[in-house]
């Protein structure tokens, strides 16, 4: 789908903006000067302007895949964090400052003169949307935030790569897709293993009939990579330079504890979705595609005893998965919480009459195992390749985000859908929400796909979307 990509008239529209936001001019900071030994031949007009909303673990993979490409200059970073610890790791100190000292010393190591101050850092999102020299956002924050964000980016003008998933409820992503395509932007979900070769094989392999008729799906997930402080947690005073309230935004309020943020928002419902939109939205993406159903849904959604933290927890999220997805075509679809260190493990798993084929980190196994060296022929189904710069041997692990990136930055040129546009993210992140509903409301639910509404069950119908705190709103 071709889309407009005309650079005065967002810029013409800063004032506008601006006071949709209820910002003052001088929120917006000008472009500072780039030697041009910076982006090669690249003139500046020609480079896409990126900031890097959300400086956390993520973004600690993301800036540096967006920085290599000679076509993108990163002129802004924007967190509510100024710079702490407490993410993922022990040894990681992230927030804006840390990050926009990591845009500029790449810019700076890369002229070789030693210094570079043209990464600007924010604490509020809008005041990055009112720069008329950001052409796309990248968003990295919790996923309470990513529909409020990515709206008002397209309403901005900006085109978007929005991290996985997509969504935090089916209405919002519903939301999300309407914006991107009222106003004719570009964006693509941050589910990057549709970017590699294994992944795109595997899909092929099934969409082309290697194992016969699709029978069956399995989707296995890890336990939480983290630990609840438990029943009776205790508040805590919120750190210097952390806004709070501006963290929690749309969020419920509530009182701050240093594991409901940062790393850990993910085993909080209010924030996100547990290990099922964590790497479910990975593993579910894949399935979807190689089902063929990537832009369509189950039929039905059940519980299979999904266990949850007891009353009074901080976290609040599935503590062991288990749910199944029926869809029209009689395809089943199951998912669980798995050992990750069974010696047989997978993470998206096809089923079919005549074998099977699976997908983990480590590459692809099928059954009979003459199918993985099967060759895809001129006339049958080829699924996108995300960066076909990349010879198809390289199959390496680190390749995978930076060719996501590429074919996001290819999109926005080309003004033609990524690899994993706004619909297709927001399918896979319903199937995560759905089976997530079924889990906490312990039945089965009926879903129509075309409508994307619940069918007879007006309780689980009411929780596919959520109030969201004021100021806030779509």
Not at 170 to 193: C, D, N
Not at 218 to 238: K, R
Not at 336 to 353: A, H, I, K, V
Not at 431 to 449: E, Q, S, V, Y
Request: net charge positive.
């Amino acid at each position: 789908m071709k889309r407009t990509n005309d650079r005065s008239d967002r810029r013409g529209g800063r004032r506008k903006f601006l006071k949709t936001c209820g910002l003052a001019a001088a929120a917006w900071t000008a472009p500072a000067f780039v030697p041009s030994s910076v982006f090669g031949a690249r003139a500046p007009s020609e480079r896409i302007g990126v900031a890097v909303i959300g400086n956390g673990n993520q973004a600690t993979i993301d800036i540096p895949a967006f920085l290599q490409n000679d076509d993108v200059q990163v002129v802004a970073v924007c967190d509510v964090n100024t710079a702490s610890g407490g993410y993922k790791t022990p040894q990681q100190f992230l927030g804006r400052k840390p990050a926009q000292e990591q845009v500029n010393k790449y810019y700076a190591d890369k002229t070789g003169r030693g210094q570079y101050q043209g990464c600007a850092a924010y604490r509020d999102f809008r005041e990055v949307l009112a720069r008329s020299d950001v052409d796309a956002v990248v968003i990295v924050v919790p996923d309470h935030w990513h529909a409020v964000m990515a709206v008002a980016a397209a309403r901005a003008g900006k085109d978007i790569y929005c991290e996985k998933p997509l969504s935090l409820t089916v209405a919002e992503g519903q939301a999300m897709v309407q914006a991107v395509r009222r106003h004719g932007r570009i964006l693509q979900t941050g589910s990057h293993w549709r970017s590699h070769p294994w992944v795109r094989h595997a899909c092929e392999l099934v969409r082309n009939g290697r194992i016969g008729k699709l029978e069956r799906i399995l989707v296995t997930l890890p336990p939480n990579n983290a630990v609840s402080p438990g029943p009776g947690w205790q508040p805590m005073p919120v750190p210097p330079g952390f806004d709070y309230d501006m963290w929690l935004g749309p969020a419920p309020q509530a009182e701050y504890h240093r594991d409901r943020c940062f790393y850990r928002f993910r085993f909080i419902l209010d924030y996100s979705g547990g290990q099922v939109t964590n790497f479910g939205a990975h593993r579910h993406d894949i399935a979807q595609w190689g089902h063929g159903t990537e832009l369509t849904g189950p039929v039905e959604v059940e519980d299979l005893g999904g266990e949850f933290p007891p009353p009074g927890d901080l976290f609040t999220t599935a503590l062991k998965v288990a749910f199944r997805c029926r869809f029209a075509d009689g395809v089943e679809l199951v998912c669980r919480t798995e050992n990750p260190d069974s010696p047989t493990r997978f993470e998206t798993r096809f089923e079919g009459t005549e074998g099977w084929v699976q997908f983990a980190r480590n590459g692809v196994k099928t059954q009979p195992e003459s199918l993985a060296d099967s060759q895809i022929g001129p006339d049958e189904i080829h699924l996108p390749v995300s960066n076909p710069a990349r010879s198809g041997k390289e199959k390496r692990i680190n390749y995978l985000i930076p060719d996501h990136v590429r074919n996001f930055l290819d999109a926005v040129r080309s003004r033609q859908d990524p690899i994993e546009p706004v619909e297709v993210g927001h399918r896979t992140a319903t199937i995560c929400h759905l089976g997530n509903l079924a889990m906490l409301l312990k039945r089965k639910i009926r879903w129509d796909p075309d409508k994307e509404q619940v069918v007879g069950d007006d309780q689980a119908a009411a929780v596919l979307a959520r109030p969201l705190r004021p100021p806030w709103h779509l």
